[in-house]
């Protein structure tokens, strides 16, 4: 059971837009910034977006990321099929980070 | 460009004992916190360990405290995690990840636990 949780699944035609939730607690993601890692098949993790909704170089802005409260969400505008992956969110809490069980999406 | 690369996984036995290495490249590796982070098999990503620049904080997770053990070498560019009574669910994948924000991933290097 993951501290932070997220859908298992999500999927989406491609050009749409999909969002994926992740929810925690004022210990978490309620007082430390969120962050969100794209896993490809086979492959590490990436950073995806920092500190809730900073993009790293070379991320396309099709990838958003916002937080309200004790909640935050991924937004991937313009769905296209390399972007079917797993998406991890994680946030600092008192000693350590916690991640999301993390959401597998499918570009139907 | 950020380099990481982690070593040292293989199949070990229950209660054994290993030591992850993670090499790092392309940035001031002593100005930057580092962290392990593991993967089961076909499941989700597990944070481990954390260890600042200086090497005088740390935290662990619960699930591995009292049995690894993060260092870091500055000198050498280096990162370890000594793994000791070893256990069946201890066996993933095993990532080192470089800042607070983990923005750079090495490749991973495997730990199997099995008699």
């Known amino acids: 059971q993951s501290v932070l949780t997220q859908p298992p699944s999500a999927s989406g035609t491609p050009g749409q837009r999909v969002t994926i939730s992740c929810s925690g607690s004022?210990?978490?993601?309620?007082?430390?910034?969120v962050h969100w890692y794209q896993q490809l098949p086979g492959r590490a993790p990436k950073l995806l977006i920092y500190?809730?909704?900073q993009r790293p170089a070379g991320v396309p802005d099709r990838f958003a990321g916002s937080k309200s409260g004790t909640s935050a969400s991924l937004a991937i505008s313009g769905l296209r099929s390399e972007d079917e992956a797993d998406y991890y969110c994680a946030a600092w809490d008192e000693s350590g980070v916690k991640f999301g069980g993390g959401t597998k999406l499918t570009v139907l | 460009e950020v380099l990481l690369v982690e070593s040292g996984g293989g199949l070990v036995q229950p209660g054994g004992s290993l030591r992850l290495s993670c090499a790092a490249s392309?940035?001031?590796?002593?100005?930057?916190?580092m962290n392990w982070v593991r993967q089961a098999p076909g499941k989700g990503l597990e944070w481990v360990s954390y260890i600042i620049g200086s090497g005088t904080t740390i935290y662990y997770a619960d699930s591995v405290k009292g049995r690894f053990t993060i260092s870091r070498d500055n000198a050498k560019n280096s990162l370890y995690l000594q793994m000791n009574s070893l256990r069946a669910e201890d066996t993933a994948v095993y990532y080192c990840a470089k800042d607070q924000q983990l923005g750079h991933w090495g490749q991973g290097t495997l730990v199997t636990v099995s008699s």
């Open positions: 004022s210990s978490n993601i309620g007082s430390n910034y």
């Open positions: 392309g940035f001031i590796f002593s100005t930057y916190s």
């Open positions: 500190r809730n909704n």
